[in-house]
T-cell receptor, first 111, second 114 residues
Framework: DQQVKQNSPSLSVQEGRISILNCDYTNSMFDYFLWYKKYPAEGPTFLISISSIKDKNEDGRFTVFLNKSAKHLSLHIVPSQPGDSAVYFCAASASGGKVIFGPGTSLSVIP | DVKVTQSSRYLVKRTGEKVFLECVQDMDHENMFWYRQDPGLGLRLIYFSYDVKMKEKGDIPEGYSVSREKKERFSLILESASTNQTSMYLC?????????????FGPGTRLTVL
């Protein structure tokens, strides 16, 4: 049973528009959430994280929103660029626990 | 910058062969992990280690073993490779900071078992 879900396997967005990647989780003990980005033939790279004491964290073009009551988080990329085309993994952990990864969403940014 | 290296980018082995995948990190991280990535399944944890000579099973340890003789090196072993072990294998290392674990990944090894 997947504890971290990314229900959209793929997403296409025009360059310059907003990309919104969604993630849902089932374990209410999760209190730390991360997004990783993965290009083909490379390992995932850490992108941004958020602790459960916050509902928003921003880093340049990337913003993560956390809705604890809905057990939902989203990653916003504004504006989207062709170089953002990659697979994005949502991940979550409880304090001191293992990191659990979602299945990933493949983002294509069309020039 | 954290650097995690894996011994091979691509590997082709035959069914029944013993396979060694090596991973080395240069940041003195305590924690090291082995994952496999398959389409639609994300990253699944095979084994991890929080210290030298220490190992813990992840979610899918069957058919695999690991070795951590030195802090910087974590090896994944397929005792007798099978075709269902064809996958992308990713090694990661991390350091606990205030109870938080941010992992840094190597480039991956694409293993094909024929």
């Amino acid at each position: 049973d997947q504890q971290v879900k990314q229900n959209s396997p793929s997403l296409s967005v025009q360059e310059g528009r907003i990309s919104i990647l969604n993630c849902d989780y089932t374990n209410s003990m999760f209190d730390y959430f991360l997004w990783y980005k993965k290009y083909p033939a490379e390992g995932p790279t850490f992108l941004i994280s958020i602790s459960s004491i916050k509902d928003k964290n921003e880093d340049g073009r990337f913003t993560v929103f956390l809705n604890k009551s809905a057990k939902h988080l989203s990653l916003h990329i504004v504006p989207s660029q062709p170089g953002d085309s990659a697979v994005y993994f949502c991940a979550a952990s409880a304090s001191g626990g293992k990191v659990i990864f979602g299945p990933g969403t493949s983002l294509s940014v069309i020039p | 910058d954290v650097k995690v290296t894996q011994s091979s980018r691509y590997l082709v082995k035959r069914t029944g062969e013993k396979v060694f995948l090596e991973c080395v990190q240069d940041m003195d991280h305590e924690n090291m992990f082995w994952y496999r990535q398959d389409p639609g399944l994300g990253l699944r944890l095979i084994y991890f280690s929080y210290d030298v000579k220490m190992k813990e099973k992840g979610d899918i340890p069957e058919g695999y073993s690991v070795s951590r003789e030195k802090k910087e090196r974590f090896s994944l072993i397929l005792e007798s490779a099978s075709t269902n072990q064809t996958s992308m294998y990713l090694c990661a290392s991390s350091l606990w900071v205030a109870g938080r674990d941010t992992q840094y990944f190597g480039p991956g090894t694409r293993l094909t078992v024929l």
